[in-house]
């Protein structure tokens, strides 16, 4: 039965009708269908576009499809209907069009330095096979290849870029080649550079980002998905680095620091910002609305920009036709105006993911 919904729809600003038909959206009204929303503020559905539902709570990798499922309902319950998966150690393609959960784009596992990233989590090669193995992930995921591109190298007892520059842009090359996009983990400032002038499509975390490089992603459209939840949580991992690698510690709450600043820049200069809460292993899942307050509460976005770094702008970005004729039938509906009251995303009021009532 075909679903009709009547509210505010933004970001268009005015009192739309929809008709949802199947898993699409039309505007041509249709006779007998079943009035499920009749007020409130329309959004096409919520994205989380960095978060790991093949990654358990405490960072293990997750064992079975119905974990997968379980995470993935979390989120779904959360208002958000999209998720981009950046980076997973269990493969879940059967998951692509289940009913009932968000779509996904997906990269397949991470490509990381040998013994340089989160146990059983990534690929772990050497220079010599990294364009290869991103080959291979590309062929893993759904349109993503996701890149390790810094982590701490104990033997300097800091930050330092997973390998060497050459290295890092072939293998964005080898992504852009296999007709995927590339996203790359980064918190240093040397790692950032190089990945941004390599051309990569996304920044994730982007804690070392200095103004010239934050001008250069704006020039060239490259997205930043700063995860502001998971750099709050920098304070806990320098405590425990501190005995062993105190320069690390100290670089670590430097780049927390700044971070609500370097976002801002970002945001000032047009630079693309997505939301993201990088879900999965040490943050719970569901907390998309907490970044969305955080992106606007620290880094000064406006609640309006906040929202469409979360619903339309973000599911243009990832391939996820909003509420336009044709679009996906996916949406949330709010009680209250969320362009004066960010808090109003934490409860939607109405959740329809592929055309059918989920909340």
């Not at 379980?70 to 997973?88: C, M, T």
């Not at 692509?96 to 059983?120: I, N, S």
């Not at 620290?298 to 336009?324: C, E, K, N, T, Y």
């Amino acid at each position: 039965m075909a679903l009709h919904v009547r509210g505010v729809l933004l970001p268009d600003d005015e009192v739309r009708d929809l008709w949802l038909v199947g898993d699409r959206v039309t505007f041509t009204p249709v006779p007998g269908a079943e009035t499920v929303v009749d007020g409130g503020f329309v959004l096409p559905g919520l994205v989380d576009a960095h978060c790991h539902i093949g990654i358990a709570r405490g960072g293990a990798p997750i064992t079975s499809l119905d974990q997968a499922r379980e995470l993935a309902h979390i989120d779904r319950d959360a208002g958000v209907l999209a998720i981009r998966d950046a980076g997973s150690p269990y493969p879940y393609p059967e998951l692509d069009d289940e009913p009932d959960l968000p779509r996904l784009a997906r990269a397949g596992r991470h490509v990381a330095p040998p013994k340089r990233y989160l146990r059983d989590i990534g690929v772990e090669v050497d220079a010599t096979d990294v364009a290869a193995t991103v080959a291979a992930q590309a062929r893993a995921g759904n349109g993503w290849v996701k890149l390790v591109g810094d982590w701490i190298d104990r033997g300097v007892g800091d930050l330092a870029p997973a390998w060497d520059a050459d290295t890092l842009t072939a293998a964005v090359q080898a992504a852009h080649a296999a007709g995927v996009r590339a996203a790359v983990h980064t918190f240093s400032e040397s790692a950032v550079e190089i990945m941004v002038r390599a051309g990569v499509d996304s920044v994730e975390h982007g804690t070392g980002l200095s103004l010239d490089l934050i001008d250069e992603m704006a020039r060239r459209g490259t997205a930043l998905i700063p995860t502001m939840i998971n750099i709050a949580t920098f304070g806990g991992i320098a405590e425990q680095a501190r005995g062993k690698f105190p320069g690390y510690a100290e670089h670590m709450l430097a780049l927390r620091d700044g971070f609500p600043e370097v976002v801002r820049a970002a945001y000032e200069a047009g630079v693309p910002i997505y939301v993201g809460t990088d879900a999965g292993g040490g943050i719970d899942h569901g907390l998309a609305a907490e970044e969305m307050l955080l992106l606007h509460e620290q880094a000064g976005m406006a609640p309006i920009d906040v929202l469409a770094a979360a619903s339309w702008g973000a599911r243009q970005w990832l391939g996820f036709p909003g509420l336009v004729e044709g679009g996906l039938a996916d949406l949330t509906v709010y009680p209250e105006d969320p362009r004066r009251d960010l808090r109003v995303v934490r409860a939607p009021s109405r959740t329809i993911l592929r055309g059918q009532v989920v909340r």
